[in-house]
Nanobody, 129 residues
Framework: QERLVESGGGFVQAGGSLQLSCTVS????????MGWFRQAPGKGDRNLVA??????????YGESVKGRFTISRHTTFLNAAYLQMDALKPEDTANYFC????????????????????WGQGTQVTVAP
């Protein structure tokens, strides 16, 4: 089965930027939606950060990241997605999981983990005050 491979996490000062990347490990495989969830330290729940449809024309963001984070899809290979994170805050510190859906998602419940059947291992983002 294909795996999602994340990269780009790391340590940054508040106000800085990072870009996360997510690709499929093996053959070209187009996902209907790709995005990220995050899990803050000591928290059990994972929350939607951003998700994009296949074309990049439809996106959804978590309220706390709107206006600061931007999700995009690779223009040629629909099995890659990127998350540009600007104006980072300490509260953005979390483990970020790439997610993907091999079937059409229900956009009214796009924040539900069950909509995604592929999950990456996670990449840590730490934002210092």
């Amino acid at each position: 089965q294909e795996r999602l491979v994340e990269s780009g996490g790391g340590f940054v000062q508040a106000g800085g930027s990072l870009q996360l990347s997510c690709t499929v490990s093996r053959r070209a495989f187009s996902f209907y939606a790709m995005g990220w969830f995050r899990q803050a330290p000591g928290k059990g729940d994972r929350n939607l950060v951003a998700v994009s449809d296949m074309s990049g024309g439809t996106t959804s963001y978590g309220e706390s990241v709107k206006g600061r984070f931007t999700i995009s899809r690779h223009t040629t290979f629909l099995n890659a997605a990127y998350l540009q994170m600007d104006a980072l805050k300490p509260e953005d510190t979390a483990n970020y999981f790439c997610v993907a859906a091999s079937k059409p998602v229900v956009w009214s419940i796009v924040g539900a983990e069950d909509e995604y059947d592929y999950w990456g291992q996670g990449t840590q983002v730490t934002v210092a005050p």
